[in-house]
T-cell receptor, first 108, second 115 residues
Framework: TQLLEQSPQFLSIQEGENLTVYCNSS?????LQWYRQEPGEGPVLLVT?????EVKKLKRLTFQFGDARKDSSLHITAAQTGDTGLYLC????????FGTGTLLAVQP | GAVVSQHPSRVICKSGTSVKIECRSL??????MFWYRQFPKQSLMLMAT?????????EQGVEKDKFLINHASLTLSTLTVTSAHPEDSSFYIC???????????FGPGTRLTVL
């Protein structure tokens, strides 16, 4: 069974701080995706990374795919209250398996 | 972007009854759809892969007789929770990849509460 471990599991920070969320697996994935989910809604895709070592930026969010395509990180610069939510990494093979999730709370 | 809908968005039922949840791809065809369940503040757990025209593939530990899946057409998959019990209360989410796409499109979810 493929397993995607995210760390930390919970994170509470002040507005303006930086943070990094990690997603690790022992398996290789053809691609890895990051999602953000708000309560009572489906997850929303933030980014897809495909190439080992790839770095993608989305405004204040920076995503990196490990060289071996087994791990990824999400870095948020100068967090805002609107960044609050559940962040999920998802590894794609013939199906999409989600990581364990990171619940982020950004306090004003 | 592509749209996936779910119906109903919320359902409350008595213990022992069966509940059907629909997942529709509104503007594209999906030969495959996926069903997830999610407990509060936890991640999404893949339950099964719904295949149009053939049997669903269930993940380890998911009872196929408990969670019946029917992929009736290229735009509709249904999940029926049979003889529901309070422990089946959860948030159920479906997703569908647009054929030829790597991206999954998620439904808005269905909140099931079993009393």
């Amino acid at each position: 069974t493929q397993l995607l471990e995210q760390s930390p599991q919970f994170l509470s920070i002040q507005e303006g701080e930086n943070l990094t969320v990690y997603c690790n697996s022992s398996s290789v994935f053809s691609s890895l995706q990051w999602y953000r989910q708000e309560p009572g809604e489906g997850p929303v895709l933030l980014v897809t990374v495909v190439t080992g070592g790839e770095v993608k930026k989305l405004k204040r969010l920076t995503f990196q795919f490990g060289d071996a395509r087994k791990d990824s990180s999400l870095h948020i610069t100068a967090a805002q209250t609107g960044d609050t939510g559940l962040y999920l990494c998802g590894g794609a093979t013939n199906k999409l398996i989600f990581g364990t999730g990171t619940l982020l709370a950004v306090q004003p | 972007g592509a749209v996936v809908s779910q119906h109903p968005s919320r359902v409350i039922c008595k213990s022992g009854t069966s509940v059907k949840i629909e997942c529709r791809s509104l503007d594209f065809q999906a030969t495959t759809m996926f069903w997830y369940r999610q407990f509060p503040k936890q991640s999404l757990m893949l339950m099964a892969t719904s295949n149009e025209g053939s049997k669903a593939t269930y993940e380890q530990g998911v009872e196929k007789d408990k969670f019946l899946i029917n992929h009736a057409s290229l735009t509709l998959s249904t999940l029926t929770v049979t003889s529901a019990h309070p422990e089946d209360s959860s948030f159920y989410i479906c997703s569908a990849p647009r054929n030829g796409d790597n991206e999954q499109f998620f439904g808005p979810g269905t909140r099931l509460t079993v009393l």
